[in-house]
């Protein structure tokens, strides 16, 4: 094992390697930033460029796409509150609050901390112990599924904010929209009237960028010309830098998004979205101080990048030893491999065990060479804000709007943007929280497929989910969450009323 | 000065409007009823019009608690647009104006001509000053965004 | 100075749309066809089956029709919104589109379309013809298709298959054995063929249909076995699974791939192209490209002719059974 390691750090080592690693994550760290650019797209678009290239300059190029633009997404997420994808919502909501006290430098210097020691930790997993992992996400059936889904929704009421009722009302409202689009079972299109652009469902990043984005730049133009307030960006000020002290104190909270993510991420897909909700979650529930959350609590943004970055690593593991993509980028993945003459597979260890060992070795280097760039880089970020805000929301309202129309080449992806920009600008101004909305309409299609099968499997008897240990394990996690939510709701409302 | 619970209230009703007319009239005419394989595709978004019809009468209650019972006299709604800002309102709807005027753009001229145009547009509207700049910038933006997009990600962009 | 700024900005966009309205459309001759790039829509996401065949088509030809071929991808809707967007194209040559199974044949009949499958569409030329096989983890205790009916029948609606993609035509093939063998089993739908395999490894369904391509390291690796193919002959990299027609159930489906226009393309045109396909077809590099992709043991030629006629067969077969399903529109 471990001399397989060596040598594959002997092989990703020559010059050429490490330039398409370096080329890979800087692009991949841009693409996250740039508010409507995901990671898959970047993936996904940048694929057919390693038609004619050598397998480990090619695969590395696309693993440092697919890491840098998990980091990537944090960095506008906490700037400017423009989170690009679902595991930088989650972000935002701790990181952007910090940015408006002036601490955005040291919001980022943790985020690429944390960021970092997740890729690592999940880099570690997926090199040691990858098949075991494969074998437990074999375990997930239906009834696994329901369970899981269930403790990822439950995550909704603790990120309600003030009014639990709100969270609710807007994690109702995203369960709906999730259900726009084909039945998740049959096929049938389902509150389409009959639009074929409805028929594949609203696509995630147009129904983030503008719930966030576009909401955001809404917000801050009734500014415009209005007396004593001026449009401007938070201005970092003040010391910035992380003492050891402050790392040592969230470094448990860093382990325990890594494990979050890395154990959500080796679920085919449930996608690191949810693991950075999750992570972000239990932060809140174990803290000592949950009031704090929301209102720029450093270790909700620890928690949640450690969790998404903890998810890449993991989403590789079926995928290479099951041949089983979890999501769309991990799908586009496969083609690489596959192009590469790497089918993933139970075999692929066996067959190219020293490639693939170089591959990995080339992943823990990608997780090194990003953090390079994201420490060298908060100065460089965090100069977006001495831009004028005038042009800077200009220039990103263009930049969603394009982005989204990337995602699948189409305008109507634009139109959504739109709608749902004006819908989160209503959201803040009625304070309905849009984390739930995100969090629901994500897990909706999961969730209700997983009833669905469930129902189906057990004849219709719910109650046989008692045999499933797995899903039972989840359903106490899920009672232990909720039990701790509304403790949390009824001291906040004590200490409100003193 | 505004009650507290007015907004709640407001947004309640109107949400438990829309919850009753998905459930009795969007679902049974936009869903077909099968039911050949498990639970029919309806029963899930049935599950969730409920559960927002729920929320959204916790809301009006808590809303009414909130000591905006008055929220339904005539002055009252009165008092409320008295006391809402025109100002911010008109600004949101001049930006979110030419936010569609964006998607016409792309959908008729194309991303070449309108990215700059409504990039300028909107400096304006954010009452931005220095119009070279401006200018450059919109330039700029459209050169990197077509390089970005259409020449490196390949995506044909109308 | 700002209004009337803005007020220019807006009479200037506006001229432009009017500009783009006006200036429409210009016709051109076989002769000197293709005069510049043409496009392939590929109606499903980058990084597919269908993307990278679309992907490898469009690199070679540009050998035997001297213009470029760019390829973009249009998904959605179930492949709809790509073959739609073809379909509305000039019909000029320059916008093709890659065929697949489904936006011919099941999607049309479950949901609303806005063209029709064969009427609106011209099918050029076939590449592939993707097997489907009933796949089970190796340690059932059944050897062919007729232990598993055997078992279904002894215990009605007590077996489970996982099913990718209710609807399509993975389904209709699953629905269709099960028609012909007369037996009750319980479906769990799953999304994708992957989700499918993941099912059968972790013992959660007892079979599913699988291209051969989702189930080869399985079956290589030694943890899932097939029962038989929905195909007219064996396939030659499994020679000793037998056909379903082999074992006394008459199905025979297979998914097709290969490239469409519109119905209103000038014969010359498709002609030529159809010519240039072929020679493609025929390349070596090209093959190279497809056995790397997967797609060797699938290639399937079929020139336009044979593709109509391919096409609206599996149309007309695939119609009965959705609709006896109650899945149609």
């Known amino acids: ?498 | 000065m505004m009650k507290k619970g007015f907004k709640d209230i407001y947004t309640g009703l109107v949400l438990f409007a829309a919850s009753l007319l998905m459930f009795f009239y969007v679902i049974p005419h936009h869903i077909k009823a099968y039911t050949v394989y498990g639970l029919p595709p309806s029963f899930f978004p049935k599950v969730i019009t409920v559960a927002l019809g729920v929320f959204s009468f916790i809301l009006i209650i808590s809303g009414l608690r909130q000591g905006g019972k008055e929220a339904f006299s005539l002055e009252a709604i009165k008092e409320h647009f008295r006391s809402i800002d025109g100002r911010p309102a008109r600004n949101v709807l001049m930006i979110f104006g030419i936010a569609i005027l964006y998607y016409i753009g792309l959908a008729t001229i194309g991303f070449i001509i309108s990215t700059p145009i409504i990039i300028f547009l909107l400096g304006i509207a954010f009452r931005w000053k220095r119009y070279v700049i401006l200018i450059l910038i919109s330039g700029l933006t459209t050169t990197v965004l077509y390089l970005i997009f259409g020449v490196v990600l390949g995506s044909p962009l109308p | 100075m700002k209004k009337a700024l803005m007020i220019l900005m807006v009479a200037l966009m506006a001229g432009g749309m009017a500009l783009w309205a006006g200036g429409q459309q210009e016709a051109e001759s076989a002769e000197s066809y293709p005069s510049k790039p043409m496009t392939l829509v590929v109606e499903y996401n980058a990084g597919g089956s269908t993307d990278m065949l679309g992907r490898a088509i469009a690199s070679i030809i540009p050998k035997y029709m001297s213009q470029p071929m760019v390829v973009v991808n249009k998904p959605g809707g179930s492949g709809m919104i790509g073959v739609d967007y073809v379909l509305k194209s000039n019909p000029d040559g320059y916008t093709l589109g890659t065929t697949s199974s489904g936006p011919f044949t099941t999607v049309p009949l479950t949901q609303q379309s806005p063209y029709d499958p064969i009427e609106d569409v011209v099918f050029i030329a076939n590449f592939t013809l993707g097997p489907i096989a009933i796949c089970v983890p190796a340690d059932a205790p059944w050897n062919d298709l007729n232990d598993l009916v055997k078992d279904a029948k002894a215990n009605p609606g007590k077996l489970i298959y996982g099913q990718n993609a209710p609807g399509g035509t993975t389904h209709m093939a699953m629905e269709t054995f099960r028609a012909a063998a007369g037996i009750d089993m319980k479906m769990i739908p799953y999304n994708s063929g992957s989700e499918v395999a993941a099912a059968l490894l972790g013992g959660h369904v007892n079979t599913g249909t699988l291209s051969p391509a989702e189930a080869a390291e399985h079956v290589k690796a030694g943890t899932l076995k097939m029962l038989g193919v929905f195909n007219a002959e064996r396939m030659t990299d499994y020679p000793d699974v037998k056909t379903a027609v082999e074992q006394g159930y008459d199905v025979q489906i297979a998914v097709p791939k290969g490239v469409f226009a519109p119905a209103a393309l000038d014969p010359a045109k498709i002609k030529m192209l159809e010519e240039a396909l072929e020679k493609v077809y025929n390349d070596e590099e090209f093959v190279a490209i497809a056995k790397k992709i997967g797609l060797g043991p699938e290639l399937y030629w079929m020139n336009m002719e044979d593709s109509q006629k391919f096409m609206s067969g599996m149309y007309n077969a695939m119609k009965p059974v959705v609709e006896s399903l109650g899945l149609g529109n």
């Open chain 1, 1 to 498: 094992m471990f001399h397989m390691i060596i040598n594959g750090f002997v092989d990703i080592l020559t010059v050429v390697n490490l330039l398409w690693i370096v080329f890979g994550t800087l692009l991949g760290i841009i693409i996250g930033a740039i508010p409507g650019l995901t990671a898959t797209m970047g993936v996904a678009l940048l694929l057919p460029l390693t038609f004619g290239m050598d397998t480990l300059p090619a695969i590395s190029m696309l693993l440092g796409i697919y890491c840098g633009g998990m980091y990537g997404g944090s960095i506008t997420a906490i700037l400017i509150n423009t989170p690009g994808t679902p595991a930088a919502a989650a972000t935002s909501l701790d990181g952007y609050p910090l940015a408006k006290k002036g601490q955005a430098g040291k919001a980022l210097k943790m985020a690429i901390f944390s960021s970092t020691v997740g890729g690592l930790f999940s880099a570690l997993m997926l090199i040691l112990i990858a098949p075991q992992l494969a074998k437990l996400a074999l375990k997930f059936g239906p009834p696994e599924y329901f369970a899981l889904v269930l403790l990822g929704l439950t995550v909704i009421a603790g990120i309600s904010g003030k009014s639990l009722t709100k969270g609710l009302i807007a994690g109702s409202l995203g369960l709906l929209m999730s259900c726009i689009g084909l039945d998740p079972m049959l096929g049938m299109p389902r509150l389409t009237f009959g639009n074929i652009y409805l028929s594949s469902g609203l696509s995630t990043v147009p129904v983030l960028i503008g719930l966030f984005a576009i909401a955001e730049i809404l917000e801050n133009s009734e500014k415009i010309g209005v007396q004593g307030k001026k449009l401007t960006l938070h201005k970092i000020s003040g010391d910035q830098r992380v003492s050891f002290k402050e790392f040592k104190s969230h470094f448990l909270t860093m382990i325990k998004g890594s494990l979050i993510g890395t154990y959500i991420g080796i679920i085919p897909g449930i996608g690191s979205g949810v693991s950075a909700f999750v992570s972000y979650n239990e932060a809140k529930r174990s803290s000592k101080h949950p009031e704090n959350f929301g209102k720029g609590e450093m270790a909700g943004v620890v928690a949640s990048e450690s969790a998404n970055n903890g998810a890449t690593g993991a989403t590789l593991i079926p995928l290479l030893t099951l041949g089983i993509p979890g999501d769309v980028v991990t799908a586009v993945l496969l083609g690489a491999f596959m192009i590469q003459g790497l089918t993933p597979g139970p075999l692929l260890f066996r067959d190219h065990g020293s490639t693939i060992f170089a591959i990995f070795a080339g992943f823990i280097l990608i997780n090194i060479v990003m953090f390079i760039f994201g420490l060298t880089g908060v100065k460089y970020f965090a100069l977006v804000n001495n831009l004028p805000a005038e042009l800077l929301y200009s220039v990103i309202f263009v930049m969603c709007a394009v982005g989204a129309f990337a995602v699948d080449n189409s305008l109507f992806n634009v139109l959504v943007v739109l709608i749902f920009g004006l819908a989160g600008y209503l959201f803040r101004k009625l304070e309905i929280p849009g984390g739930p909305f995100l969090i629901a309409f994500l897990l909706g299609p999961l969730f209700e497929s997983n009833m669905r099968r469930t129902v189906i499997l057990y004849d219709g008897n719910m109650l046989q989910i008692v045999k499933s240990p797995i899903a039972m394990f989840f359903l106490i996690l899920c009672a232990i969450s909720l039990f701790f939510i509304i403790r949390n709701n009824s001291q906040l409302k004590k200490i409100e009323r003193n």
